[in-house]
């Protein structure tokens, strides 16, 4: 089960930390992605990583101004999002996979979501 939070309201340009607490055993294998999703838009990927090493991939909307890291003691990942503009609003998903890929439909376990405003 994953647990999402560290959404909310943000002027632009501001910062944010998103979490996800995985509960149960996260095996060496696992990968960690963030997806997100606009109001009338489909999901999109936003960053993964790989929870036994340092591989992450970012989407260029994402490059520069977030990373993704994990804390396997607390079997949790982040999203530390920075220099936020209006077109990040959107719903994050965190999600679990095995795949180390950038398609949602490769990951088999997703998290609540939490929103994420950015106001202009």
């Known amino acids: 089960q994953l647990q999402a939070s560290g959404g909310g309201l943000v002027q632009a340009g501001g910062s944010l930390r998103l979490s996800c607490a995985a509960s149960?055993?996260?095996?060496?294998?696992?990968?960690m992605a963030w997806f997100r999703q606009a109001p009338g838009k489909e999901r999109e990927f936003v960053a993964l990583i790989r929870w036994n090493g340092f591989s992450t991939a970012y989407a260029d909307s994402a490059k520069g101004r977030f990373t993704i890291s994990r804390d396997n003691a607390k079997n949790t990942v982040y999203l530390q999002m920075n220099s936020l503009k209006p077109e990040d609003t959107a719903v994050y998903y965190c999600?679990?996979?095995?795949?180390?890929?950038?398609?949602?439909?490769?990951?088999?376990?997703w998290g609540q979501g939490t929103l994420v405003t950015v106001s202009s």
């Open positions: 999600a679990r996979g095995v795949v180390f890929s950038r398609e949602n439909y490769e990951y088999g376990s």
């Open positions: 149960g055993r996260i095996f060496s294998s696992a990968v």
